[in-house]
């Protein structure tokens, strides 16, 4: 009988912590959204890339702007950030950017 | 514009078919994207200006409200790697660096501090960055990163004195649980100078309008610089470190700065020479109602309503012109509720006729600090606080 009592005891005293440890954690999931660039040459290297860090909305959302200014936001991005893109493929992603989010200029 | 909201609502309320079919998995997830607007957890429907990191922006007409709701209020992280879980038996926040007696404490140690609270605007230093004329790169932010929310916690000069500060001290640093994606991205931490940290209203709080705060706002504790951008506002703040030596991390050293000049501006498209980290923010007023493009009845009378605050004090007029600011007219100021929250106020306006009025409100804070008519210009984009003009018809 008594046996049984802590037994029991036992259990709501476990089922206690369990419970209240369970109230201590937030957890939330993030949706998943994803974001499609323009197509075009490059393309597929500047999502791979970007994509790493940031989704791509970080691109479309800014203002269409002159190739010099795409080629320093890809150079900050390797050198301020160390997002490890190659020279080569560096030049394909300004590229692409200034044709698809460029201004022309 | 009418072209524009009329295919921007035939995508909201396709929207809903959408995600039925999501759930399904029927379509790809991309399709969300495409309107701009999203559903975060613990969040209510705002504007969607980036995924990952998350930036989301407040519709203006949650601003008709005092207080800001807690799942309406902006979302702006740095780097991708941001808290989707925090367990409060394991949490604590670490105070440690020029201190004689480093502290780990739980929520629940940090809960028996003096607990303060007042109402304060929170607010991204690039809030209206996507109004800058010429425009600049950074998230492209129309006047929603702003909220007007009732915080609680403790004040952070009373932890900082239990953990004794040791006399030297020069900066105080502040990280939180987000980590970048890869090792070489400067990790998020920010600083105060230790006389700016040691102020009175300083809190480190874990109550958002009563509530916890949502993890996407810094669940569950963010520290609160009530005036100053919310830049300094880290979130899911875990650690806090006193320095001997100026702090030189990235966040501040580097970003987040402004011209060191008396309007924080330069020539518009030239680099400042001079720059400081951002601060207190500016004047601003914004009119709520009647929304940009609304058209009325000749003859009836029109309330505009909207708010206004400035960096930590209190605002003294609210201005207003109906006639694109060749008259103006003091506007009735609402419930004071403390010089870091923002005021309501109200202008009577019968229109003499029919036609399209320009509206526009001018607020002025306590220290003589008011708002420019022409945007201010820095190349990040900071700082905004230009008279908007509201467009009315009359018919």
Same mark, same amino acid.
């Not at chain 2, 609270?117 to 230093?125: E, K, L, M």
């Given at each position: 009988?008594?046996?049984?009592?802590?037994?029991?005891?036992?259990?709501?005293?476990?089922?206690?912590?369990?419970?209240?440890?369970?109230?201590?954690?937030?957890?939330?999931?993030?949706?998943?959204?994803?974001?499609?660039?323009?197509?075009?040459?490059?393309?597929?290297? *500047?999502?791979?890339?970007?994509?790493?860090? /940031?989704?791509?909305?970080?691109?479309?959302?800014?203002?269409?702007?002159?190739?010099?200014?795409?080629?320093? *936001?890809?150079?900050?991005?390797?050198?301020?950030?160390?997002?490890?893109?190659?020279?080569?493929?560096?030049?394909?992603?300004?590229?692409?950017?200034?044709? /698809?989010?460029?201004?022309?200029? | +514009?009418?072209?524009?909201?009329?295919?921007?609502?035939?995508? #909201?309320?396709?929207?809903?078919?959408?995600?039925?079919?999501?759930?399904?998995?029927?379509?790809?997830?991309?399709?969300?994207?495409?309107?701009?607007?999203?559903?975060?957890?613990?969040?209510?429907? &705002?504007? &969607?200006?980036?995924?990952?990191?998350?930036?989301?922006?407040?519709?203006?007409?949650?601003?008709?409200?005092?207080?800001?709701?807690?799942?309406?209020?902006?979302?702006?992280?740095?780097?991708?790697?941001?808290?989707?879980?925090?367990?409060?038996?394991?949490?604590?926040?670490?105070?440690?660096?020029?201190?004689?007696?480093?502290?780990?404490?739980? +929520?629940?140690?940090?809960?028996?501090?003096?607990?303060?609270?007042?109402?304060?605007?929170?607010?991204?230093?690039?809030?209206?960055?996507?109004?800058?004329?010429?425009?600049?790169?950074?998230?492209?932010?129309?006047?929603?990163? +702003?909220?007007?929310?009732?915080?609680?916690?403790?004040? #952070?000069?009373?932890?900082?004195?239990?953990?004794?500060?040791?006399?030297?001290?020069?900066?105080?640093?502040?990280?939180?649980?987000?980590?970048?994606?890869?090792?070489?991205?400067?990790? #998020?931490?920010?600083?105060?100078?230790?006389?700016?940290?040691?102020?009175?209203?300083?809190?480190?709080?874990?109550? +958002?309008?009563?509530?916890?705060?949502?993890?996407?706002?810094?669940?569950?504790?963010?520290?609160?610089?009530? %005036?100053?951008?919310?830049?300094?506002?880290?979130?899911?703040?875990?650690?806090?470190?006193?320095?001997?030596?100026?702090?030189?991390?990235?966040?501040?050293?580097?970003?987040?700065?402004?011209?060191?000049?008396?309007?924080?501006?330069?020539?518009?498209?030239?680099?400042?020479?001079?720059?400081?980290?951002?601060?207190?923010?500016?004047?601003?007023?914004?009119?709520?109602?009647?929304?940009?493009?609304?058209?009325?009845?000749?003859?009836?009378?029109?309330?505009?309503?909207?708010?206004?605050?400035?960096?930590?004090?209190?605002?003294?007029?609210?201005?207003?012109?109906?006639?694109?600011?060749?008259?103006?007219?003091?506007?009735?100021?609402?419930?004071?509720?403390?010089?870091?929250?923002?005021?309501?106020?109200?202008?009577?306006?019968?229109?003499?006729?029919?036609?399209?009025?320009?509206?526009?409100?001018?607020?002025?804070?306590?220290?003589?600090?008011?708002?420019?008519?022409?945007?201010?210009?820095?190349?990040? %984009?900071?700082?905004?606080?230009?008279?908007?003009?509201?467009?009315?018809?009359?018919?």
């Amino acid at each position: 009988m008594k046996k049984t009592l802590i037994s029991f005891l036992l259990l709501f005293v476990v089922a206690g912590i369990a419970y209240a440890a369970e109230n201590n954690v937030r957890q939330i999931t993030l949706p998943d959204i994803q974001v499609r660039l323009e197509p075009g040459e490059g393309m597929d290297k *500047t999502s791979t890339l970007c994509n790493i860090c /940031h989704s791509l909305d970080y691109i479309t959302m800014q203002p269409k702007a002159p190739k010099a200014q795409w080629a320093a *936001t890809v150079t900050k991005m390797r050198k301020v950030f160390g997002a490890p893109i190659s020279d080569g493929d560096a030049e394909t992603i300004t590229k692409y950017l200034a044709a /698809h989010y460029g201004n022309g200029k | +514009m009418d072209d524009q909201l009329l295919s921007r609502r035939s995508l #909201l309320k396709g929207a809903g078919a959408f995600t039925a079919l999501a759930a399904l998995g029927a379509i790809p997830s991309d399709i969300f994207a495409a309107d701009r607007m999203a559903r975060f957890p613990e969040k209510t429907d &705002l504007m &969607l200006l980036t995924a990952r990191p998350p930036q989301l922006e407040t519709p203006l007409h949650f601003f008709k409200n005092m207080i800001t709701p807690n799942e309406a209020v902006f979302v702006r992280w740095h780097i991708s790697q941001i808290p989707t879980s925090v367990d409060l038996n394991t949490w604590r926040l670490k105070i440690g660096g020029n201190v004689d007696r480093e502290l780990s404490l739980s +929520m629940d140690e940090l809960k028996k501090f003096d607990k303060v609270g007042y109402t304060a605007v929170i607010q991204c230093s690039g809030n209206g960055r996507g109004l800058f004329e010429p425009r600049v790169f950074g998230g492209q932010w129309g006047n929603g990163a +702003m909220g007007n929310v009732t915080w609680a916690g403790a004040r #952070l000069k009373d932890v900082l004195a239990k953990a004794d500060i040791k006399a030297g001290s020069v900066d105080v640093s502040f990280d939180g649980l987000d980590r970048p994606p890869l090792a070489s991205i400067p990790d #998020l931490v920010k600083s105060l100078p230790v006389d700016k940290a040691l102020e009175d209203d300083i809190i480190i709080a874990y109550e +958002m309008n009563g509530q916890p705060l949502p993890m996407l706002n810094g669940f569950p504790a963010r520290l609160i610089v009530p %005036g100053w951008y919310a830049t300094y506002w880290v979130k899911a703040l875990s650690e806090i470190t006193v320095l001997n030596k100026p702090f030189e991390g990235f966040w501040v050293k580097t970003a987040y700065r402004i011209p060191d000049t008396p309007c924080g501006c330069v020539e518009p498209g030239s680099a400042p020479k001079k720059t400081i980290p951002i601060n207190r923010m500016t004047t601003r007023s914004l009119i709520i109602e009647p929304a940009n493009g609304t058209a009325s009845k000749a003859g009836s009378p029109l309330e505009i309503s909207g708010i206004a605050f400035s960096g930590g004090y209190r605002i003294r007029e609210v201005v207003v012109s109906t006639d694109g600011g060749r008259t103006w007219k003091e506007a009735r100021l609402g419930r004071d509720m403390g010089k870091y929250s923002w005021v309501q106020w109200s202008f009577n306006w019968k229109p003499e006729g029919p036609g399209n009025y320009v509206l526009m409100a001018k607020a002025t804070n306590s220290i003589g600090e008011s708002q420019p008519f022409e945007g201010l210009w820095n190349p990040a %984009g900071y700082l905004w606080n230009k008279v908007e003009k509201t467009e009315v018809t009359v018919r």
